[in-house]
């Protein structure tokens, strides 16, 4: 009897360290991967996706693979609730994500609740970061950065220019909106008009007509690639011929397919093209290699993934309130956008935007350029 105890207990022993010795670590990846805005799911999923393999063929972290989770919320704060609901239901420990920041600032709360760390490549806003949570961090810059640059680029070249500020109304279009509002305001330099639009609107006549009224000349838009691709169609079809700047919600070669040659002379801003560091090199040639342009966020992805997987190991513990600390106070780490380090509310210490001008590349295609 004692002998068959015995044996019981060295089996239950030995499941139980065989447990721990193979346990996966669940991280989640969240962003619209359905819908209008499929494009950037597309970007944070397969960067997501690369950056676990990598790390699992190199060993995992401390020792455990990585198991990746994906929740396609496409867009929809509701959606994104449901998402981190589900993420906390399947034991998720880290989440990349979301894309949106009207998307990434409730299910932050929801995560921060129940134990999880988020880090999105691509949420701008910067109430993310704000509200003294434990668990948010970003591996992209903030609108309040990135107002600062369109607004002084528009104050230094429009500064006699009529400019339309059009948002399209969430957290993300019209913080950035009104970031370079403010930075154009605080130059001396005045918007002729000011309004916002509705997600998903197709038709902007109504809105044209104003800005031919104020003989508008430029147009800064805060908002995603869908709406920014109609507008200026129609302001080129409808005979307006004014420079239009955005942000990095336009990143996509997808604009050019909805704008057509009204994208010709758009200006952007966005980080320096991340698929230009050396440190990317090889992970660029993996994406090309398996048929997919990781352009804007997928590198942000991949570097999110690094980062939890550099923070665990320099925290030698995959619990998330330690790998967050962590991330906080042993940075920089390496990844494939650069080193990066966090600063107490999570935002990374390097940020920088430059910008940009969508023309025609070599083959012919509309694609966005770094102005020199």
């Given amino acids: 009897m004692k002998k068959t105890l015995l044996s019981a207990v060295a089996l239950t022993a030995l499941m139980a360290f065989g447990g721990s010795a193979w346990a996966d670590i669940m991280i989640g990846v969240a962003g619209p991967i359905t819908g209008p805005n ?57 989440v990349v994500g979301h894309f ?15 134990g999880i760390m988020e880090i999105t490549p691509a949420s701008t806003n910067p109430q993310y ?38 948002h399209d109304k969430t957290p993300y279009g019209q913080g950035l909106a009104d970031e370079t509002k403010k930075a154009l305001n605080g130059a001396g330099v005045t918007e002729a008009m000011y309004e916002g639009i509705n997600v998903g609107d197709k038709d902007f006549s109504a809105l044209i007509g104003k800005m031919k009224e104020a003989g508008v000349s430029a147009v800064y838009y805060g908002g995603l690639h869908t709406e920014a691709g109609l507008i200026m169609r129609q302001l080129a079809d409808q005979g307006v011929k004014a420079t239009f700047m955005s942000g990095d919600g336009i990143v996509s070669n997808e604009l050019a397919s ?37 352009e804007a966020y997928t590198l942000y992805s991949y570097a999110a993934v690094q980062v939890i997987a550099e923070a665990a190991k320099a925290a030698g513990d995959v619990d998330p309130q330690k790998v967050a600390e962590a991330a906080k106070a042993k940075g920089p780490f390496k990844t494939a956008i650069g080193d990066l ?12 935007y430059v910008m940009y001008t969508w023309k025609k590349g070599d083959d012919g295609k509309y694609t966005y350029f770094e102005n020199e």
Avoid: H
């Fill in 129 to 166: 970061t704000e509200r003294g949570l434990w668990n948010t961090f970003r591996t992209c810059g903030r609108d309040d950065q990135q107002g600062a640059v369109a607004g002084g680029y528009l104050a230094a070249n429009f500064k006699d220019a009529k400019i339309a500020v059009i």
């Fill in 100 to 114: 949106n920041s009207g998307v990434s600032i409730p299910a932050s709360e929801v995560y921060a609740e129940n």
């Fill in 38 to 94: 499929a494009a950037f799911g597309a970007q944070l999923q397969k960067g997501a996706e690369q950056a676990v393999a990598d790390i699992n063929a190199a060993g995992g972290i401390n020792g455990e693979k990585i198991v990746l989770s994906i929740g396609d919320d496409v867009s929809d704060p509701k959606q994104g609730i449901s998402v981190a609901n589900k993420f906390v239901a399947d034991g998720v420990k880290f």
């Fill in 341 to 352: 380090g966090f600063d107490a509310k999570g935002d990374i210490t390097r940020p920088d």
């Fill in 258 to 294: 909805i704008a057509g040659d009204a994208v010709d002379g758009t200006l952007m801003t966005f980080a320096p093209d991340p698929r230009k560091n050396p440190a990317a090199k090889e992970i660029v040639e993996k994406f090309r290699a398996a048929g997919f342009e990781p």
